[in-house]
């Protein structure tokens, strides 16, 4: 247990090298104007895609709730893919790749501080993207998003919340990768893509069957989508949540974030004992 909290600085001095080498390698070790030329283009190629498809299939303007609701929930979903997903490809990435986990176990600070300092570097590139379309979005979209009718107070502790759970995951499909064969890297990708259907980043989970909905309800970003867009709009995109309150939402993000949470360190630290006996911190299963 010690070395999982040895002291504070200890697990600072693992946590803001980790989180600077995210950075650098998510940045391509480019520097700051090169990368934020990508970072404009690649997540606003995305939404052009999702632009695209609601012009299609709806043939009306942008301006309209809808869109503005399915917009800002393909946007915030960028937190979810680079932090789950890109917590878990930290793992196979530094172990077969780079070939320095080892290295980075045998250190005096347990590996989550240095997975977490790896998060954060994630969270500060989807935050880019976040922040350039929405922008985007009220600019050239006409997104029906007006800052000082947003309450600020329930979208931060909403977001704060949702962006714990997606940490939590995030090392729990890490654990995972940690016993599994490089191959196993798309586990990651089919898990935060199903979030994205069923949780209602794209459409309302209205549209999905009774046991699409009921799966949905026991997901804490089907909370975390909804209270972030009562926050924004002031009221929320799913009418099978239309009867709960404000109150009622933040209650059940907060319930499920926390169960989320101790579910995800359980599976991460029995996944790590589990490879720690069967030799598999250091395996190299490239092919």
Request: with cysteine; charged share 15%.
């Amino acid at each position: 247990m010690g070395r999982y909290v040895r002291s504070a600085r200890d697990a600072w001095r693992a946590f803001a090298p980790a989180t600077w080498l995210g950075w650098q390698i998510d940045s391509n070790w480019t520097d700051l104007f090169t990368f934020s030329i990508y970072t404009l283009i690649k997540p606003m190629a995305g939404a052009l895609i999702v632009v695209v498809m609601y012009l299609v299939g709806t043939r009306t303007s942008t301006r309209t709730d809808f869109f503005a609701q399915m917009y800002t929930g393909n946007a915030f979903y960028t937190y979810l893919g680079a932090i789950i997903y890109g917590m878990s490809w930290v793992i196979h990435e530094d172990r077969e790749h780079y070939e320095m986990i080892k290295y980075v176990y045998i250190g005096t600070v347990h590996l989550y501080w240095y997975l977490l300092g790896r998060a954060v570097a994630k969270f500060l590139v989807a935050t880019l993207s976040v922040v350039i379309l929405l922008a985007a979005g009220k600019l050239f979209l006409g997104l029906q998003l007006t800052p000082a009718t947003v309450d600020w107070a329930y979208f931060l502790g909403a977001f704060l919340l949702g962006i714990a759970a997606a940490t939590g995951l995030g090392l729990a499909l890490a654990g995972a990768m940690m016993i599994t064969a490089r191959q196993a890297e798309m586990a990651s990708e089919v898990v935060s893509g199903a979030f994205y259907l069923v949780c209602g980043f794209l459409f309302p989970i209205d549209v999905l069957p009774r046991w699409g909905q009921a799966i949905a309800r026991w997901i804490p970003f089907t909370y975390w989508n909804e209270a972030i867009k009562r926050g924004l709009f002031g009221h929320g995109s799913n009418k099978a949540l239309a009867a709960m309150s404000n109150g009622d939402v933040m209650t059940w993000l907060l319930v499920s974030t926390a169960v989320c949470a101790v579910l995800s360190f359980l599976a991460f630290f029995g996944a790590e004992s589990l490879a720690k006996r069967r030799g598999l911190l250091d395996q190299l299963t490239s092919y």
